[in-house]
Structure formats: structure tokens, C-alpha cells
Nanobody, 126 residues
Framework: QVQLVESGGGLVQAGGSLRLSCAAS????????MGWFRQAPGKEREFVSA????????YYGDSVKGRFTISRDNAKNTVYLQMNSLKPEDTAVYYC???????????????????WGQGTQVTVSP
């Protein structure tokens, strides 16, 4: 099991940017794909983005494509989510998660991810 700690959330105006970070405790961090999900009040947890073990492959949900960028630094055991052109509908708790393999899961659901962080709140004001 790996411990994941997100940071970087906060309050931003629409059109602004935030960069989320997720630090992992496991030394084998580079062996696993990582993902970001988000959950707004009263809604299901939604897939945002994923990255494979070496950063060579990434995938984005349709609602964030072209605005968000996922990256990772295996030397620092950290995955990032750069969020630009933020919209009020991006408001949610953002979670990072570790997949069960080095490769991005085919199914973009929470059930493909074994370990989760505690989440960080992102609030985008109009």
C-alpha cells in the first residue's frame, strides 16, 4: 500500500490556474500508473486524467482536455496536475490515485486504482 498526499488546492477565479501535487511514499512509485479524479458535492467521482509509469502516455477526461496537463517526476515520487483556464464547474475535491499496474487502465473508473489520497479542495469562483 502507498500513502498519497495531495496539495496545491485552493480558491481561484474563473480563468485562473492551479497546480496540484501528489507525493507518494512508496519507493516503487515509478512502477505504477497514476491518476487524478474529482468529486463535486452530490456527484459521482469523475475521472480527470492518468499517466503511465514513465510519463510517456497520458489520458484526459473530455471535460478537461486541452486545459489540464498531468505530469510526473519519478525522482521525487510526485505526480502533478496543472490546471489552466479553470471554470466554476471544475470546483470539486481532487484526489490522486495509484493504479494497479504501470499502464493506464483501460477502464477509467475508480475501481482500477488501488490507493488514494485524502483529497484537496479546488474552488473556482465565477
Amino acid at each position: 500500500q502507498v500513502q498519497l498526499v495531495e496539495s496545491g488546492g485552493g480558491l481561484v477565479q474563473a480563468g485562473g490556474s492551479l497546480r496540484l501535487s501528489c507525493a507518494a511514499s512508496r519507493r516503487t512509485f515509478s512502477s505504477y500508473a497514476m491518476g487524478w479524479f474529482r468529486q463535486a458535492p452530490g456527484k459521482e467521482r469523475e475521472f480527470v486524467s492518468a499517466i503511465n509509469w514513465n510519463g510517456g502516455s497520458t489520458y484526459y477526461g473530455d471535460s478537461v482536455k486541452g486545459r489540464f496537463t498531468i505530469s510526473r517526476d519519478n525522482a521525487k515520487n510526485t505526480v502533478y496536475l496543472q490546471m489552466n483556464s479553470l471554470k466554476p464547474e471544475d470546483t470539486a475535491v481532487y484526489y490522486c490515485a495509484a493504479a494497479r499496474s504501470p499502464y493506464i487502465p483501460i477502464q477509467m473508473t475508480r475501481y482500477e486504482y488501488a490507493d488514494w489520497g485524502q483529497g484537496t479542495q479546488v474552488t473556482v469562483s465565477p
